[in-house]
RNA sequence: UGGCGAGUGGUGUAGUGGUAGCACAGAGGACUUUGAAUCCUUUAGCCCAGGUUCGAAUCCCGGCUCGCCAGCCA
């Protein structure tokens, strides 16, 4: 990723660090690793956990792998692996080839586990999954031992090795190490290391039966690869002594674990246990509905890697679970977007407008300035002739208290072009408004006034007989409660889905030079917001997402006013 | 009612024994050919109670609140 915009970070992960490196701990090696199970896609807290081990690495110049926890092949497949690496370098990291798979070591994981039963640290338990439960305990009484417990070193070889060999059936026999039954914190409780399953994996095929569970696997991973420092969320924090333990007892390389506080936002919901059913029930349209949390979602609704960067770095690390205010995400995504997407003008919901003292057929370009942020995006011409559209919200007939547009008799600019003023309007017969009537001042030609008047307003126009039609969708949150996970009695999230987080416009009218628009491409609709081309969108038919809204004060002031 | 962890403005975070700072959100204003952007001003905070200290957000002690843990999931 590039650094420019790369400040300074301070946080307790990089305090202990800096420590370790004084104290020369790993010879002043940084190596990370981000470990998803391909079980699903990722989403935006997942960006910011890549970001919290990557970055760290790349800062110590140190690498940092993507290694995939394949461990349970009932629940991965290969689908996952494609769209998590496909995720991760979208947004913008270099994986380099540093991808790998949890299976490639299973060989090496059994050699380990043989090492421990010879040192009488692991033991094969006959017991039946119940069993084993109800004897693990509670949090107030000790489990007892298991019977098979004391079982001899060369037996236990024997009977893992037959494991292997396929000799038992699923869920006969696992692994166990031998720690204590008494322990307070359950994982130390004699936890298990292999299960015997019988499931085609998606990375080694039919070759093995058991497999080795997370707890057992994971340290053995991030010594194997070297990975110095292994960042994971509070959740495995009673998880460490047990991390510590296996690699303890194993006298290999031993990085170390750090816990982190995972991060949700508001009105916002990430679990693939609540998410599933939405798709499911049609809720929304897939996982990378631009209303969803997903990194395709995001993709797909207009969000730049860029601006999730900033996000990730801006918001803070600590060992406490938060939920960041989505305000502050979308922050970031409108300080990217403001200085990157090309302006054009783009009417959402049409209202004819007529210049009655403009030349019938006479058409006028005028010079508009792409990204005033940005020189260097130049201009383009718009076209300008006597029948406009304009936003319907921009006229009013009786305009409200602090109303700047255009009203009868009021004088406004239309940008870049004319100043206008309003003379009348045409209703039909139900008496809604169907067209506005203007005159235009000639001499404010390129939208100054050579006398100097000024206007309170400066509107967004598209000339009716160049105006390419496009379709635009318009998004909202997802839920209406800050945390829709936080429900009420007898009432689940669903009671909090937002029912206007999608709403879709049909005909609007945008300015001719859009209609060469690429899919991704991103542009500010001058007033409205930034908005994305759909990949829905055909040679035909452009599909625009609305990314996000520009901040509006009118709104405000008008919500005031209620 | 066991273990582990966390509590600083509304939200997120800095501060590690010496004037509680930053960002987002909120409020007000300046500027403006986007009611955008930009700029300025401003509201608002150390979970509670003891103790140590000249001095405590910070150290000690007790309490409270929240989160996680009893998968052959990760």
């Known amino acids: 990723m590039d650094d420019t915009s790369a400040k300074k970070q301070e946080d307790f992960i990089r305090d202990i660090v800096r420590q370790e490196i004084e104290t020369n701990r790993f010879g002043g090696k940084v190596n990370t690793r981000f470990p998803p199970e391909p079980n699903g896609l990722l989403h935006i807290g997942h960006a910011k956990a890549i970001w919290i081990s990557f970055a760290l690495a790349e800062e110590y110049g140190g690498y940092h792998n993507l290694r995939f926890d394949d461990t349970n092949p009932l629940t991965e497949k290969q689908e996952f692996v494609d769209a998590i690496i496909k995720d991760i370098r979208w947004l913008g990291w270099d994986l380099k080839e540093r991808i790998f798979f949890a299976s490639d070591y299973f ?30 305990g509670n949090f107030t009484t000790p489990g007892k031992l298991s019977p098979y417990r004391e079982r001899s070193v060369e037996e236990n070889l024997d009977l893992f090795k037959r494991m292997r060999d396929g000799e038992f059936p699923d869920g ?31 990375h080694v095929g039919d070759k093995w039966c058991i497999y080795p569970m997370y707890d057992w696997a994971h340290g053995l991973e991030d010594s194997i ?21 296996f690699l303890d007892a194993l006298g290999i390389f031993h990085p170390q674990q750090i816990e982190f506080g995972r991060y949700s936002l508001t009105y916002t919901v ?33 969000y730049t890697p860029e601006a999730l960067k900033l996000y990730c770095e801006s918001s803070g690390v600590s060992e406490a679970n938060t939920i960041i205010d989505i305000n502050f995400l979308e922050h970031c995504l409108r300080e990217d977007l403001n200085k990157r997407a090309p302006r054009v003008m783009v009417v959402l919901r049409p209202l004819k407008l007529v210049i009655d003292n403009y030349p019938e057929d006479q058409v006028e370009e005028f010079n508009a300035v792409n990204n005033p942020e940005d020189p260097a995006a130049g201009t383009r011409k718009v076209p300008f002739s006597k029948v406009l559209y304009i936003e319907q919200e921009d006229f009013q007939e009786v305009p409200p208290p602090k109303y700047y547009r255009l009203a009868p008799g009021r004088e406004v600019r239309l940008r870049y072009a004319y100043f206008i003023t309003c ?18 001042d000639p001499a404010t030609k390129g939208g100054d006034a050579p006398d100097g008047r000024k206007v309170q307003s400066t509107m967004h126009w598209v000339s009716a007989k160049h105006a390419v039609e496009a379709d635009a969708r318009l998004y909202d949150h997802l839920f209406t409660k800050e945390n829709p996970m936080d429900v009420e009695e007898g009432g689940d999230y669903k009671d909090y889905l937002n029912p206007h987080s999608l709403e879709v416009i049909k005909s609007c009218k945008v300015e001719p030079s859009l209609a060469k628009a690429q899919p ?13 081309v759909d990949p829905d969108s055909s040679a035909n038919k452009l599909v625009f997402n609305r990314t996000i809204s520009l901040r509006d004060t009118w709104a405000k002031i008008q919500k005031q006013q209620k």
């Not at 991704?520 to 994305?532: I, M, N, S, T, V």
Request: hydrophobic fraction near 35%; include cysteine.
């Open 107 to 136: 060989e090496q994981m059994y050699e380990y586990a043989v090492q421990l039963i010879k040192k009488g640290k692991a033991y094969v338990d006959d017991s039946t999954a119940e069993e084993i439960s109800k004897n693990r």
């Open 172 to 202: 006969s026999r696992v692994l166990r190490a031998k720690i204590d039954m008494a322990a307070s914190n359950m994982n130390m409780r004699d936890p298990l290391m292999y299960r015997i399953q019988r499931a085609t994996h998606l």
């Open 225 to 245: 690869e070297g990975v110095t420092y292994s960042l994971c969320s509070l959740e495995f924090k009673d998880h460490r002594p047990l991390y510590d333990w």
């Open 270 to 302: 990430v679990s693939k246990r609540v998410l599933g059913p939405l798709v499911d029930a049609g809720v929304v349209n897939g996982w990378d509905d631009p209303r969803m949390p997903t990194l395709s979602g995001l993709r797909r609704r207009g």
């Open 423 to 440: 003379t009348g309007v045409k209703k039909n017969e139900k008496g809604e408004i169907t067209e506005v009537h203007c005159t235009y």
């Open 520 to 532: 991704g491409g991103l542009y500010q609709f001058e007033r409205l917001g930034y908005f994305c």
